[in-house]
């Protein structure tokens, strides 16, 4: 729909609206249809935020992804999208990359493959779309720039799309270039053609899930780069977007929106974007960062997903309110509807958006959001007022017969903080086309020809526990679905399962950082390998476990406690760190990067031979063992006085851990 016909629309509202008492708004297709609707998404990753989901046991990962996926009983989500793995930290932590290095190619590492195919089980027409956000250091060949070699990177994120479908049955449906960074237009019509030539033509290209700009402009002015995009991909729009957008005629997306603490807040965001995103910018799909908030709280962005599933030791999770705000629109339309022209602004505040599947179906989403409860993380949220109203609805052209509409309705209610949520009401009738509703301040409504929706519900989870303060995993029983090990959440390096069948005595399967080259990053990744594990509270304990270095002349290992950052942050991440190194020696220093040191010495450590490290730290003072034996002691600790454990090595080198072992007080 034009822009200016739009406004033009709203103004004539406004004027009619101050004639009578209720405001009223018409519902018509009439004069034609709106656009085509897309879908509301959640994304797995950028970075590792669906980490934490795979080690839940059953039945608690599945009511999880019953929650997020099944159609009508949760959030029944439309589009999944997911992080192709590039072996660097992208936010949360790191995801595997389906080749590490150049002739390795893996599709079974991670857990987008599998939480694709849960998704699909649950939902065969969810739509699914991939994005990198960082490329294994091989395809920019030591450069921190994926360009240089166009169509190496277009060969590497079409073998995963390939892989996807040959070892998964997964169709993926839409392809992003490069989260959040620049994009190359030489590059992304070499991946339209790499696409093509592969057999892939049904994939549809997203760019550049960034702003609206430069890219619209870029389109325009390039009809052959025009030709190769299908959808313009905004991060965080706040509702709006730009002229140059709507020239080029292409989809529009919020590619990645919401980012917003899961509270009722949260909730609120969640409700007006969802709405907002198309009537104040036309667009026809919104994908939540992140799906669900499945990774250590205290890592960056904490519970920033549609619910909460951090606890899989206790098999606790949470059914945030922002599941049952998705279910209003995804409940009652599919991607493939079309949004009614007759969208707007209500005239007290809120917004309403209506849809239909064009055999005479409607759908209509009513939200009162106010500004206060509705604040997203970004962007900064201008003031507008929402008070309650009355606003009658008329139904007209192919609607006009309708006779009755199922009400489904939300109240946050912050007053009282009792909050309901996705309440099916009595059905309401409906005189000459036409209803009216009382509306006060957040609320959510939908209206529907559709007899569908369900609030679906599961026996409550176990209740909220810590980590576990004995923690043992010898990493001989695993998984066979995943490559990582529960609840080591890597923040830089890779840590993956490994076997050795060459007379390997008692460590024939060991957990192995694997990276030996720094990827093409996404933040500043730190200069070492580390994954951290367990309880952010963790003040006193002992943390041990075996290691085997592999860098012949200049390797180091370590384990640590206290360690304070993870995320974009690890760089500069405090901790007690005791390392071993290949030439004999040992160290303790306070913080990741190694510059302060509390201790130092001999310690007659080598490679290609396992020793035993323990870590002891307690109030002020730190002591360390080598193979039994105390090696140091009473090392000053004055910060951090809490943190997670973790393990590591000092650069990107290949190196194993087996029987890692933690005793908290
Ligand atoms: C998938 O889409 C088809 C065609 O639109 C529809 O008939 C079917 O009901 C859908 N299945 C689910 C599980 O939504
Ligand atoms: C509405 O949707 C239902 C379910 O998909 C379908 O059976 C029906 O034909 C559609 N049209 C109307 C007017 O109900
Ligand atoms: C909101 O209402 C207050 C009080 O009536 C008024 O002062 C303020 O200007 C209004 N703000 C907006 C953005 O309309
Ligand atoms: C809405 O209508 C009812 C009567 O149906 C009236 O009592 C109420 O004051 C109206 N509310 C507003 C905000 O106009
Ligand atoms: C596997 O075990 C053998 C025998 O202990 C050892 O020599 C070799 O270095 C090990 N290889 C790896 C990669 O761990
Ligand atoms: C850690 O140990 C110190 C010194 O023994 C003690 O003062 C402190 O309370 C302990 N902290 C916890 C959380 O137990």
Redesign the pocket.
């Known amino acids: 729909m034009d822009v200016r016909l739009f406004q033009v629309f709203v103004v004539i509202l406004g004027v009619s609206a101050t004639l009578s008492s209720p405001q009223s708004y018409i519902l018509n297709d009439k004069d034609g249809l709106g656009r085509v609707f897309d879908g509301i998404g959640g994304l797995s990753g950028g970075g590792a935020t669906t980490r934490l989901l795979v080690n839940y046991a059953e039945p608690y990962r599945s009511q999880v992804l019953d929650y997020l996926f099944k159609p009508n009983f949760g959030a029944s989500l439309h589009i999944l999208k997911v992080e192709i793995g590039g072996d660097a930290q992208t936010t949360d932590g790191t995801e595997p990359s389906h080749m590490h290095f150049e002739n390795d190619e893996n599709y079974f590492r991670g857990y987008e493959w599998w939480l694709m195919k849960e998704a699909k089980k649950r939902n065969p027409n969810i739509t699914l779309i991939g994005l990198p956000w960082a490329f294994p250091g091989w395809v920019g060949h030591g450069k921190n720039w994926p360009y240089d070699f166009p169509d190496i990177t277009a060969l590497y994120v079409v073998s995963w799309i390939l892989g996807a479908k040959q070892y998964h049955d997964l169709d993926i449906q839409y392809i992003g270039i490069w989260n959040e960074r620049n994009y190359d237009s030489k590059y992304i019509k070499l991946l339209r053609y790499t696409l093509d030539k592969s057999g892939l033509k049904r994939v549809r290209i997203i760019a550049s899930d960034n702003l609206w700009e430069p890219i619209s402009l870029t389109l325009l002015l390039d009809p052959e780069l025009s030709t190769a995009v299908d959808v313009i991909g905004a991060h965080y729009p706040g509702t709006t977007t730009v002229l140059d957008a709507l020239k080029t005629q292409k989809k529009l997306w919020s590619s990645e929106d919401y980012s917003t603490f899961n509270d009722e807040v949260g909730g609120g965001c969640w409700a007006r974007i969802l709405n907002q995103n198309y009537v104040n910018g036309l667009m026809t799909a919104t994908i939540s960062w992140n799906l669900v908030a499945s990774y250590y709280e205290d890592l960056p962005f904490g519970r920033d997903g549609l619910m909460t599933a951090e606890e899989p030791w206790s098999g606790h999770y949470a059914v945030e309110s922002p599941i049952w705000i998705t279910a209003h629109t995804t409940q009652f339309t599919q991607p493939g509807w079309t949004y009614l022209q007759t969208v707007g602004h209500l005239e007290h505040g809120g917004s309403y958006v209506a849809l239909t599947?064009k055999?005479?179906?409607l759908t209509v989403v009513i939200e009162t959001m106010t500004h206060d409860h509705s604040v997203c993380i970004r962007p900064p949220l201008p003031p507008f007022n929402v008070t309650c109203q009355n606003a009658t609805f008329q139904l007209k052209g192919s609607f006009a017969s309708i006779q009755q509409l199922q009400v489904w309705r939300s109240q946050f209610n912050f007053k009282t903080n009792k909050p309901s949520f996705f309440e099916k009401l009595a059905p309401l009738k409906l005189i000459d086309g036409s209803f009216t509703l009382h509306l006060a301040e957040d609320e959510v409504y939908t209206l529907t020809?559709?007899t569908?929706g369900q609030k679906g519900a599961h026996p409550d989870p176990p209740p909220s526990a810590r980590f576990p303060k004995v923690y043992k995993d010898d990493f001989n029983v695993r998984n066979p679905a995943f490559s990582e090990a529960p609840d080591f959440a890597d923040q830089t390096g890779v840590f993956e399962y490994f076997m050795n069948l060459t007379d390997p005595g008692p460590h024939v399967f060991t957990l192995r950082q694997v990276l030996t080259q720094r990827p093409v990053t996404w933040v500043a990744d730190a200069d070492q390998a580390i994954s951290v594990i367990g309880d952010y509270q963790w003040q006193n304990l002992t943390v041990s476990c075996d290691i085997f270095m592999e860098k012949e002349k200049t390797g180091g290992v370590f384990v640590a406690a206290r360690v304070d950052k993870g995320g974009q942050s690890i760089r500069s991440a405090k901790g007690v760190f005791f390392w071993v190194f290949t030439d004999g020696t040992y160290k303790v220093t306070n913080d990741l990067a190694g510059q302060t040191i509390l201790a130092e010495g001999q310690s007659g450590t080598q490679a290609f031979c396992w020793h035993s490290l323990t870590l002891t730290v307690e109030g002020q003072f730190a002591s360390g063992f080598l193979n039994g034996y105390p090696l140091w002691k009473k090392a000053v600790v004055l910060i951090p006085q809490k943190g997670w454990a973790a393990i590591g090595t000092q650069s990107l080198e290949l190196a194993q851990f087996d029987n890692f072992d933690v005793l908290a007080q």
């Open positions: 599947d055999r005479g179906n020809t559709l569908s």
